[in-house]
C-alpha cells in the first residue's frame, strides 16, 4: 500500500475519532456536572449532534474509500448525511440567533454572578462582623477575614474543625455547638450572646450572635450560617451603668437611712426641749434608741444625789445587759469620763455591771451634766457596733446630757419665776393663775372652793421698831408656818408685802372656820427671834370666802380681802366670813 494511502486512512481515522470524542466529551460533561438543557434548545442539540456523527462517520467510511464495495456504500450514506444536514442546517438556521443570544445571556449572567459572589466576599470579609458556616457535625466549612484576625488564624486552619478543637476554652466551645445543634432541630433563627476568649486575652468577649439553618443546593445537606457583633463594649458599659446604679441605689439607701436618723435625732430634740422632768427626758431617749438601733438593746443609768451608788432609769430592746444598781467604780466610763467599748474586735476593759455571760458589744459613754458626769448611756449589740452608730450614740449622749442641764435650768428658772424670793411660797402672778384652775375644776366637780386672806396686824409700826431685816425674819417665820398648818394640796401664796393667800379645795365653811380659827391662834402664839433676841409676837387679820358657780378670780379674791379688811376695821387679829353687806 502506497504512503498517500496510508496518510489518507490515517488523516479520515483520526477526524473520525474527534467527531465521535465531541458528543462524548459533552455527555461525560453534562453528567458529570448535572446540567440541564433548556426544554426549547432540546431539539437543536439533537440534531447538532446527529450531525457531528454523522460526520464522523463520513470520515470513518473514507478510510475505507478504495474498495470499491464500500465505496458504493459510502456514497449512498454520504447522500443520505448530505441531506440530512441540508435539513438540520436548515433548521437550525433561525435557531443560531437565539442559541447565539442565549450563550451571550448566559456569559453576561455569568459574569454579574462573579461580581455578585465577589461583593458578597467583599462584604463578608471587609465587615465588621466574624461570619462562618458550618456543617450538621458543627465543622467549618467556612470563615471570613475578620474571624481569622479575631483568632490570628489563616484561612484554612480551621476548615473541617469544630468549635471544641480550635476555641481556646472547650467549655465554652461545647456551649457554642449546642446552640448550633438546636438551630438545626428547631430550623429556626437563634438569636443570642455568646461569651468567647480570644487568644492573647484573659477576658471574655460578647458576641452578639445571629444563627440561621439553611440548605445546600449542591449537595441537599443542610448548613448552619452565622453572623456575630463584637458587643463586648456595650456590654461592659451595661456593667459599668448597672454597677453605677447600684452604687447609686446603697447611696440612696444610706442617705435615706441618715435621713430617718436626722429625722429621729431632730425629734427627739425637739421633744427633749419640751420635757418637763427627768423621767420624760429618760423615756424620750430610750425612744429614740429603739427607732435608731431596733437589733440593739441598751439603758440610762443615772447617778444618784447621795453620789453613793448609779442607778438605772430607762431601759429599751429585748435583752437586759447591765445591773440595775451598781457603784460608780463598777464602769471604766464612769472612771476616766470617756466611753468605753468592748467588742469581739476591740478588746478593751470589761465593765464589772455587765450582766454575766458578756457577749456581743458594750459601749458606755457618760453623761456630762455642768461640767460633771452624772449618768452613762449603755448600749449592748449582738455583734459589732458600728462606727456611724457609735458617733451616733456619742450624739445622743452630749443631746442627753445638754436636756438634763436645760431641764435643771428651766426649772430653777421656773421655781424663781412661780416663788417668792424671800419667803418660797407661791408668787402672786401663780397664785392668780392656779385659783383660775382651781375654780374651773371646783365647778365641773361641784365642790367648794376656799380663799384665806390674811394680814399681819400692826406690821408697819412692827417693821419701823425693829427694821427690815428683822421685819424680814417675821415674814419667813410665818410662811414656814402656814406651809407646816395647810395640807399638802393647799396653796400658800404671799400676795405682797405683809399680805398672805390661802387656796383651799374642798373644805366646808364649818371645816374651814375651824382650820383659819386655829391658824389664827398658831400666829399668834408664835414665837420669833433675831438670833439671841426674843422678837415681840404677832398677830394678824384673816378674811375668808367660799367660791360660788360662775365667780370669777377676780371677784373671788376681792371677797377675801374684803372679809379681811372688815377684821382689820373691827378689832384686827380675827376671823372674818365674806358677807353680801361688805359689797
Not at 208 to 234: H, V
Request: proline share 3%; with cysteine; net charge negative.
Amino acid at each position: 500500500m502506497e504512503p498517500i494511502q496510508w496518510n489518507w486512512m490515517i488523516a479520515h481515522g483520526i477526524t473520525a475519532f474527534s467527531y465521535f470524542g465531541i458528543p462524548t466529551v459533552i455527555g461525560v460533561f453534562f453528567t458529570k456536572t448535572k446540567t440541564t438543557i433548556p426544554s426549547k434548545f432540546w431539539l437543536a442539540f439533537f440534531l447538532s449532534g446527529g450531525f457531528v456523527l454523522f460526520c464522523g462517520f463520513h470520515h470513518l467510511l473514507a478510510v475505507f474509500e478504495p474498495h470499491s464495495p464500500v465505496s458504493l456504500l459510502h456514497l449512498g450514506v454520504l447522500d443520505v448525511m448530505a441531506f440530512i444536514s441540508l435539513s438540520a442546517l436548515l433548521y437550525l438556521m433561525p435557531t443560531a440567533y437565539q442559541i447565539v443570544e442565549a450563550i451571550a445571556r448566559y456569559q453576561e449572567d455569568n459574569r454579574e454572578l462573579e461580581r455578585s459572589q465577589q461583593m458578597q466576599r467583599l462584604f463578608l470579609d471587609h465587615g465588621p462582623f466574624t461570619a462562618y458556616i458550618k456543617d450538621e457535625q458543627s465543622r467549618m466549612l467556612y470563615y471570613n477575614q475578620e474571624l481569622q484576625s479575631r483568632f490570628s488564624v489563616d484561612s484554612q486552619e480551621w476548615l473541617g474543625k469544630t468549635d471544641i478543637e480550635f476555641l481556646p476554652d472547650p467549655e465554652q466551645g461545647r456551649r457554642v455547638m449546642e446552640n448550633d445543634q438546636v438551630v438545626l432541630k428547631t430550623l429556626r433563627p437563634l438569636k443570642l450572646i455568646e461569651e468567647v476568649k480570644t487568644p492573647g486575652n484573659d477576658q471574655p468577649c460578647y458576641w452578639l450572635s445571629f444563627k440561621f439553618p439553611f440548605s445546600d443546593y449542591t449537595t441537599g445537606a443542610n448548613r448552619i450560617g452565622g453572623i456575630s457583633l463584637d458587643i463586648t463594649e456595650s456590654i461592659e458599659a451595661e456593667r459599668s451603668l448597672t454597677d453605677l446604679n447600684q452604687n447609686l441605689e446603697e447611696k440612696s439607701l444610706k442617705l435615706e437611712a441618715k435621713k430617718r436618723e436626722l429625722i429621729y435625732l431632730s425629734d427627739m430634740a425637739d421633744m427633749l426641749y419640751s420635757c418637763e422632768s427627768e423621767d420624760e427626758v429618760y423615756k424620750v431617749v430610750a425612744l429614740t434608741c429603739s427607732k435608731l438601733f431596733p437589733n440593739m438593746s441598751g439603758c440610762i443609768c443615772i447617778i444618784s444625789n447621795s453620789k453613793n451608788y448609779v442607778q438605772m432609769n430607762s431601759i429599751w430592746g429585748d435583752e437586759k445587759s447591765s445591773k440595775e444598781i451598781f457603784s460608780q467604780s463598777e464602769c471604766w466610763a464612769l472612771r476616766r469620763a470617756k466611753f468605753n467599748l468592748l467588742s469581739p474586735r476591740n478588746s478593751a476593759l470589761m465593765c464589772s455591771h455587765l450582766i454575766q455571760p458578756v457577749s456581743g458589744a458594750h459601749l458606755c459613754i457618760p453623761l456630762f451634766g455642768q461640767s460633771e458626769v452624772v449618768g452613762i448611756l449603755h448600749i449592748h449589740a449582738l455583734e459589732e457596733i458600728s462606727r456611724e452608730d457609735q458617733q451616733i450614740t456619742e450624739i445622743i449622749a452630749r443631746t442627753l446630757g445638754f436636756a438634763l442641764n436645760n431641764l435643771s435650768i428651766k426649772q430653777r428658772l421656773t421655781h424663781d419665776n412661780l416663788r417668792d424670793g424671800m419667803t418660797q411660797l407661791f408668787n402672786q402672778n401663780y397664785m392668780q393663775t392656779i385659783t383660775e384652775q382651781r375654780l374651773a375644776e371646783a365647778e365641773r366637780l361641784g365642790q367648794p372652793l376656799s380663799v384665806i386672806f390674811l394680814d399681819i396686824d400692826n406690821f408697819k409700826s412692827y417693821n419701823s421698831r425693829y427694821g427690815h431685816v428683822t421685819a424680814n425674819i417675821v415674814l419667813k417665820g410665818l410662811a414656814k408656818l402656814l406651809l407646816k398648818s395647810i395640807r399638802s394640796f393647799d396653796i400658800a401664796c404671799r400676795w405682797g408685802g405683809e399680805e398672805f393667800v390661802i387656796v383651799m379645795p374642798n373644805m366646808t365653811l364649818e371645816t374651814l372656820r375651824k382650820r383659819v380659827e386655829q391658824l389664827r391662834v398658831d400666829v399668834e402664839q408664835m414665837q420669833l427671834k433675831d438670833g439671841d433676841q426674843i422678837l415681840e409676837s404677832i398677830t394678824a387679820s384673816f378674811g375668808i370666802a367660799v367660791s360660788e358657780p360662775g365667780i370669777t378670780v377676780k371677784d373671788f379674791l376681792n371677797r377675801a380681802d374684803q372679809a379681811m379688811l372688815e377684821a382689820k376695821r373691827t378689832g384686827k387679829n380675827r376671823v372674818i366670813e365674806y358677807a353680801n353687806t361688805y359689797n
